[in-house]
């Protein structure tokens, strides 16, 4: 119903910049809005920013004036931005589609493989 494919992670040193990105392929009717999430090793996986079809954002506090999220022209590609990045950003990361509702944003349970950010200090 849902595929997934992150793409864009890899090795960066503090303060750098790198552009992840995710293409969907969804057969879901409803879905109206996309998340970036993602798991550092020993902790639980976290969203980080959604978007809406309407372009309408919402970013976590620990991303927030970091990372932008941003929809692409193709059909269900959606970009996260990453600057200034910190050691603390490294994870896998992973996208996500689902449905906004009023602030919120709720995603289906189906997740590609991720792709690894690693930032060096």
């Known amino acids: 119903q849902v595929q997934l494919v992150e793409s864009g992670g890899g090795l960066v040193q503090a303060g750098g910049s790198l552009r992840l990105s995710c293409t969907a392929s969804?057969?879901?009717?409803?879905?109206?809005?996309m998340g970036w999430y993602r798991q550092a090793p020993g902790k639980q996986r976290e969203l980080l920013a959604a978007?809406?079809?309407?372009?309408?954002?919402n970013y976590a506090d620990s991303v927030r004036g970091r990372f932008t999220i941003s929809r692409g022209s193709a059909a269900n590609t959606v970009y996260l931005q990453m600057n200034s990045l910190k050691p603390e950003d490294t994870a896998v990361y992973y996208c996500?589609?689902?449905?906004?509702?009023?602030?919120?944003?709720?995603?289906?349970?189906?997740w590609g493989k991720g792709t690894l950010v690693t930032v060096s200090s």
């Open positions: 969804i057969s879901i009717v409803g879905i109206n809005a």
């Open positions: 978007i809406t079809s309407s372009g309408r954002t």
């Open positions: 996500n589609a689902g449905v906004q509702q009023g602030t919120s944003y709720r995603g289906l349970d189906f």
